[in-house]
């Protein structure tokens, strides 16, 4: 009974969405757009049907549409206040349906055309807001290579907070008024602990990401084997939604998927968002600097530890940290554009202000076991 329930909950949705880019079509002033969104719409009636189609044949009743009171709140909002109140909306709802059907055996079609109608709602959008977005646009003309991205991501996420989380831990150590050597095997523990979580966490989350891509592209394979008329379709409106003309986009469109190698890429690129040749880059590259990079930073406190004692060192680890921490937030400007006083002195105030609240605490615990 709930399989059925949950056809009827598809159907309805897709009916629902059919109606919201019915009302946005009639609301646009650029035809050109217009249309777009009657093509979606008539997309998503067709996916209603489908539903439609399996109830009936299971002998279960087709329910009466009824546009549900959030869709009437939507069409509402945009006739009073313009489209651009509710495209968020509207894009959240075709990653809703996509994952709805990412659970559905079978559904790999109608998963990837709601992954596709959310990536073009997400350009309009941009454009109803004045242009494509930066990141968007960089995506698109390939400038941002995402193997980098993830390198780039680990080092400073590695840096970060192998400085700032071993340092707390030393400092927290250090209050609670223990032996050097008790420090120093602390500080070394968190160290090479940290490391290893950091990499694993890495490699687990590029490695997913990967996984996904790579099933993502199999099912744009599979779409271009089975259905590439949908699929010349679905390219044709994201070129329409950039802004060629129809005749031009389906021409383009249809050019592109002659070449089944050269259409699985470029479809990867256009309606995925990624390198098909990288995947989302590469896992070990990102453990591995993840590693390197926390194991730098988580160093940086401890190496006072082994040539001092006492209160020296400690005054000696947040000086060699606090060079660190200006150095790291100085490095960030050169990917933020950030001013480098600015970027250096926020990344010495918080991680001071973490290692002041763990030597706070370790003070306390230490009076309290001493006395």
């Known amino acids: 009974m709930k399989t059925f329930e949950q056809w009827i909950q598809f159907y309805e949705d897709e009916c629902n969405s059919s109606l919201l880019y019915e009302t946005l079509a009639s609301l646009e002033k650029d035809e050109r757009l217009a249309e777009v969104y009657r093509r979606i719409a008539k997309t998503e009636m067709k996916h209603a049907q489908v539903w439609s189609k399996k109830l009936t044949e299971a002998k279960q009743e087709v329910p009466e549409y009824k546009p549900s009171g959030k869709t009437r709140i939507l069409i509402w909002l945009s006739r009073k206040f313009g489209q651009g ?211 730098i930073g988580a160093i940086i406190p401890v190496i006072p530890f082994t040539f001092l004692t006492g209160m020296t060192a400690v005054f000696v680890s947040i000086g060699f940290s606090v060079i660190g921490l200006f150095g790291l937030g100085a490095a960030i400007t050169l990917f933020t554009g950030k001013k480098v006083l600015f970027s250096g002195m926020r990344m010495v105030i918080f991680g001071l202000l973490a290692a002041a609240v763990t030597f706070g605490i370790g003070s306390l615990i230490g009076a309290n076991i001493a006395g």
């Open 85 to 295: 109140m509710i495209l968020n909306n509207i894009h959240a709802m075709e990653q809703e349906g996509s994952a709805g059907y990412a659970a559905v055996p079978g559904m790999g079609e109608l998963q990837a055309a709601e992954d596709s109608h959310a990536f073009l709602v997400t350009q309009i959008t941009s454009s109803v807001k004045g242009g494509i977005e930066g990141g968007v646009l960089a995506q698109l003309e390939g400038r941002h290579r995402s193997g980098g991205g993830n390198a780039l991501r680990a080092a400073v996420l590695g840096a970060n907070d192998g400085l700032v989380s071993n340092l707390s831990l030393v400092m927290g150590v250090a209050g609670a008024a223990v032996g050097n050597r008790t420090i120093l095997i602390t500080g070394l523990a968190g160290m090479l602990a940290g490391a290893i979580s950091m990499a694993l966490g890495e490699w687990l989350s590029v490695q997913s990401s990967r996984e996904l891509i790579s099933h993502q592209i199999s099912v744009e394979k599979a779409e271009i084997e089975n259905a590439p008329e949908e699929e010349a379709e679905e390219l044709a409106l994201i070129y329409e939604a950039r802004g060629l003309k129809p005749e031009q986009a389906r021409i383009l469109a249809n050019q592109i998927l002659e070449n089944k190698e050269n259409a699985i890429q470029t479809l990867a690129r256009e309606e995925l968002g990624v390198d098909p040749e990288e995947l989302g880059g590469s896992a070990w590259e990102a453990a591995i600097t993840s590693f390197l990079l926390f194991t």
